[in-house]
């Protein structure tokens, strides 16, 4: 029993250790954190896609909100200040079928923080990607042609 427990110790000491390092690592990556989740912000723009590609490059995916904490805490305080309140790409898309949108990971939106008269699609123009347009607490995603080029936020949830 003894031997156990101090098995289990170590076990416990070496997943703190790796944690740690772990998070180290992202930190000297260019990575934040809020509780358990890590966002990485381009300082770059690229088209949704190609923003999507990069963070699962980097063993993440675009940012999904699903939160109203996520949303205020994070994004129109936290994530504003860093980015100088620039246009952003989030996971957010109805590529699949006009209309219903999805989160990048398959969840469908049920929670959502769009600004007035959005998403409205302009006739015409695919806009099937959603950005971060402007920093209202409560209205700030658009629907944009996913072509266009914007930066964007990486996500990363430690479990």
Known sequence: AVVLGLLCLLLLIGLITL???????????????????????SSGKKSWQQSRNDCLQKGADLVIINSHEEQV??????????TFKQLIWIGLTDMEREGKW???????????????????????????????KNYDLEKSWNDESCHLERFWICEKILS
């Open 102 to 132: 999805k989160w990048v990971d398959g969840t469908p939106l049920t929670t959502s923080y769009w600004s007035s008269h959005e998403p409205n699609g302009v006739p015409g123009r695919d806009e099937d990607c959603a950005e971060i």
């Open 73 to 82: 805490c994070c994004f129109v305080f936290f994530i504003a200040s860093l």
């Open 19 to 41: 944690s740690f390092l772990f998070q180290t690592a992202l930190f000297s990556q260019g990575w934040v954190s809020f509780r358990n989740h890590f966002y990485y912000i």
